[in-house]
């Protein structure tokens, strides 16, 4: 079974850092993309950053870029997203998802990230 876990969120002050990761596991990822996405209360989710398995071609949202790293380790099977200078605005359920592209097609469970002013 093709699995995500997310793990790393918490609760922080505006301007610190944290670090997520998502473990994949149960299938090949190689020929896909892997991708953060955020959904905060009331508002429908939304892309953050995604890279290829190999961890080449970052791309992000234009509201976290200079801010939030993402990076790829094979070797570990997991995805990281280093999100620094946290800001209020950043808190939400963040996702970890497989993606065809731009398009996502699988999702982990999520894990809750807060900012406090």
């Known amino acids: 079974q093709v699995q995500l876990v997310e793990s790393g969120g918490g609760l922080v002050q505006a301007g610190g850092s944290l670090r997520l990761s998502c473990v994949v596991s149960?299938?090949?990822?190689?020929?896909?993309?892997m991708g953060w996405f955020r959904q905060a209360p009331e508002k429908e989710r939304e892309f953050v950053a995604r890279?290829?398995?190999?961890?080449?071609?970052?791309y992000y949202a234009d509201s976290v870029k200079g801010r939030f790293t993402i990076s790829s380790d094979n070797a570990k099977n997991t995805v990281y997203l280093q999100m620094n200078s946290l800001k209020p605005g950043d808190t939400a359920v963040y996702y970890c998802?497989?993606?065809?592209?731009?398009?996502?097609?699988?999702w982990g469970q999520g894990t809750q990230v807060t900012v406090s002013s």
């Open positions: 998802a497989r993606m065809t592209l731009t398009i996502p097609n699988l």
């Open positions: 149960g299938g090949t990822f190689s020929s896909y993309f």
């Open positions: 890279i290829n398995w190999s961890g080449e071609f970052p």
